[in-house]
């Protein structure tokens, strides 16, 4: 069991390119999420999961998006990166409704 | 609404009981959580409590509940240097919003020896 795998482990992007931060996890769980983590402000939820092909948004969303076309693979698109996306991003997945979350390592990224 | 807040700082001695709060403001919570960082790392999940509970004790960790509040905490007993990192307190939601897990800002715990 690899838990939840997150690739890259560091980026750094130029205003305006696109990307995707990779989400993959083989515990078969069905709830997975996307949070971002900035000095201070504690980790936001920008999109969520609670089962393959089934998506919501979280807090802040706006400039990303996300699908679910398994239950295994979670991929998060910055469609057009800005110095403000800075920070880093754990995907983090669950069984079900009742339990914590386990996170991946997280990607750290760098919008220049 | 949903808005999770915890104090950013806490200092304790080597041996002190250290006591971690967070408040929230939706009722409709399910599971409370209580989640440890440290540095450079993810988030590891440390304890839960379920909403209609009042207390959980689990080794070192004990979790109090005041529902009429809202208010949560965490006490680690015996503090030690390696309990040095940062906590965040986390609500989860019933129903159609069961995947939303919500953290506060984090407290930063420091152990001096």
């Known amino acids: 069991n690899a838990g939840v795998t997150q690739t890259p482990k560091f980026q750094v992007l130029k205003t305006g390119q696109s990307m995707t931060l990779q989400c993959a996890q083989d515990m078969n769980h069905e709830y997975m999420s996307w949070y971002r983590q900035d000095p201070g402000m504690g980790l936001r939820l920008i999109h969520y999961s609670v089962g393959a092909g089934i998506t919501d948004q979280g807090e802040v969303p706006n400039g990303y998006n996300v699908s679910r076309s398994t239950t295994e693979d979670f991929p998060l698109r910055l469609l057009s990166a800005a110095p403000s996306q800075t920070s880093v991003y754990f995907c983090a997945s669950r069984p079900g409704q009742v339990y914590g979350y386990t996170f991946g390592s997280g990607t750290r990224l760098t919008v220049v | 609404g949903e808005d999770v807040e915890q104090s950013l700082f806490l200092s304790v001695r080597e041996g002190d009981s250290s006591v971690i709060n967070c408040t929230y403001t939706d009722s409709s919570s399910t599971y409370l959580y209580w989640y440890k960082q440290e540095p450079g790392a993810g988030l590891q999940l440390l304890t839960y409590?379920?909403?209609?509970?009042d207390m959980k004790q689990d080794q070192r960790l004990t979790v109090l509940l005041n529902k009429k509040d809202k208010h949560l905490s965490l006490r680690i007993a015996d503090t030690q240097t390696g309990d040095s990192a940062i906590y965040f307190c986390?609500?989860?939601?019933?129903?159609?919003?069961?995947?939303?897990?919500?953290f506060g800002q984090g407290t930063e715990l420091s152990v001096k020896p």
């Open positions: 409590i379920f909403s209609n509970m």
């Open positions: 986390a609500e989860s939601f019933r129903d159609n919003q069961g995947g939303k897990l919500i």
